[in-house]
């Protein structure tokens, strides 16, 4: 049986030195377990449904961390595409401003070329090309392109300096937003982590509550099992004791009318015995009469139920620091228990904590027990 014992709680309570019979007792202790459980049951119950309110409201906190991180990280890549964006227009733009600077360079030393070429002549350089030329009309046109040619570099080395300067100024805006974005983003990459974070914790915290609510809800499921079994045990010792009672009182009326029947039968054999000329009818021996309130049989009276070590007695105490409700004998796994005496089974069936619980019922109100 479990843990290498086996159990015997004999009804015979008087064989222990008790007035009443055990299963009483047992009904008692069934009451009292039973009581516990339902404390106890009462008490996981207010536990599971506080923990199902947490996990409720882990799992919202959760949910509401998921969607913090996805909106943070979208912004975050709209922030890293801006900042691509930003990128590539500040690069653009340095090519520009590289292609127009080698341009002005250009521009400025053919103006220089031509300046010096006209310092070189001195400040009679437009009398020089007039003279050069055979006729006045040629010279007129030599020296109206002298004249534009010098304007039109001036004009486009001014347009250069102009569009350089305002390149400047949007190369240092564009440095200054991608400035502000690196910020935006470094921010950003800072939130996406602390909420990812949280949203580690979140998750932990939710599984650690649905697993203890689990852990409680299959708690209370075993502990509502136990009650149910403790309640048909109940039922059944009820029924047991009520059935004893009933054939403790039917043979308390058959003794009773047997009584009277001797009674009756030994008054008339007096009376035949008066009378002259007529034999005395023989008197038969009395029946054993069978009382129910009669003294039980010491222990030495039974059979033990098996060979093993005697543990504990009635009301001793137990291995485990109980106390006995019975006589707790021990024997290896396995081993063979035989009833006291002879009777029906009245009750058999398995209870947690217990085992296979197994109760006799022997007749004249006594049962034995065994578990």
């Known amino acids: 049986m479990k843990q290498g014992f086996a159990r015997l709680c004999l009804a015979l309570a008087i064989a222990l030195g008790m007035a009443a019979p055990l299963p009483a007792q047992d009904q008692r202790d069934a009451e009292k377990k039973l009581q516990r459980l339902r404390g106890e049951l009462k008490s996981i119950a207010q536990e599971r449904r506080k923990l199902e309110t947490a996990r409720g409201e882990a799992a919202r906190k959760l949910r509401q961390a998921d969607e913090q991180v996805g909106q943070s990280s979208r912004s975050l890549s ?30 400025r030393a053919e103006l220089a070329a031509l300046l010096r070429a006209a310092y070189q002549l001195g400040a009679s350089a437009p009398l020089k090309v007039l003279l050069s030329q055979d006729r006045v009309a040629d010279a007129n046109r030599a020296l109206a392109y002298h004249r534009y040619v010098q304007a039109d570099r ?9 569009e350089l300067a305002a390149l400047d100024q949007v190369e240092r805006e564009i440095v200054a937003r991608r400035a502000q974005l690196d910020q935006t983003l470094a921010r950003q990459r800072s939130t996406v982590a602390v909420l990812a974070r949280d949203r580690k914790a979140n998750a932990e915290l939710t599984a650690d509550l ?25 039922a059944n010792l009820r029924a047991a004791a009520a059935r004893a009672e009933a054939e403790r009182r039917a043979e308390a009326r058959r003794a009773a009318a047997r009584a009277a029947a001797e009674k009756a039968a030994a008054a008339k054999a007096a009376a035949a015995a008066r009378s002259p000329g007529e034999k005395p009818a023989p008197v038969r021996p009395k029946p054993p009469v069978v009382v129910a309130s009669a003294p039980a049989l010491k222990v030495g009276g039974l059979g033990w139920p098996l060979s093993g070590n005697l543990l504990a007695r009635f009301g001793g105490r137990m291995p485990d620091g109980r106390s006995s409700a019975g006589v707790l004998i021990g024997a290896p796994g396995g081993s063979t228990v035989t009833a006291v005496a002879d009777g029906s089974v009245v009750f058999s069936e398995w209870m947690t904590g217990y ?8 007749g004249n109100g006594y049962m034995s027990l065994y578990a």
């Open 154 to 162: 001036t004009q486009r080395i001014r347009a250069l300096g102009e």
């Open 210 to 234: 649905e697993k203890r609510y689990r852990d409680r809800a299959a708690r209370e499921k075993a502990l509502g099992q136990d009650a149910r079994s403790l309640e048909r045990l109940l």
């Open 78 to 107: 709209e922030t890293e595409a801006a900042l691509r964006a930003e990128q590539a227009e500040l690069a653009r733009l340095q090519q520009q401003r590289d292609a127009m600077r080698g341009s002005m360079q250009k521009q």
């Open 355 to 362: 085992g296979l619980i197994l109760i006799v019922d022997h």
